[in-house]
């Protein structure tokens, strides 16, 4: 399983309305992509327009060819794309290790 982290910032004073957004887009949209198996967003407390999202793909190309290159992208980003305030810096992680 890959772990994809999105660093997100929102113009200032859009925190509500962009969790409603992200919620819709991944509840609506994201999860209808192959591999994708669920994701989870937090809100900064000391940078409240700063937002982590986390999306759990079986692959890397799950995320960068089925999903990026879909019109599912396009959707996604017609939801949540009017709320950054600069590009989300993305990368994609494996699991190495975790608590019992």
Not at 16 to 29: H, P, S, W
Not at 45 to 52: A, K, L, W
Not at 65 to 82: D, K, M, Q
């Amino acid at each position: 399983m890959i772990l994809e982290l999105a660093d997100i910032r929102i113009h200032p004073g859009q925190q509500a309305a962009f969790e409603k957004a992200i919620e819709l887009g991944l509840n609506t949209v994201a999860c209808k992509a192959k591999g994708f198996q669920g994701g989870k967003v937090n809100r900064g407390i000391e940078s409240p327009e700063r937002y982590v999202l986390q999306i759990f793909w079986d692959t890397l190309e799950d995320h960068t060819v089925g999903f990026r290159e879909s019109p599912l992208f396009t959707e996604w980003r017609a939801i949540v794309g009017p709320f950054f305030a600069a590009p989300p810096h993305v990368e994609h992680f494996e699991l190495t290790a975790k608590s019992a």
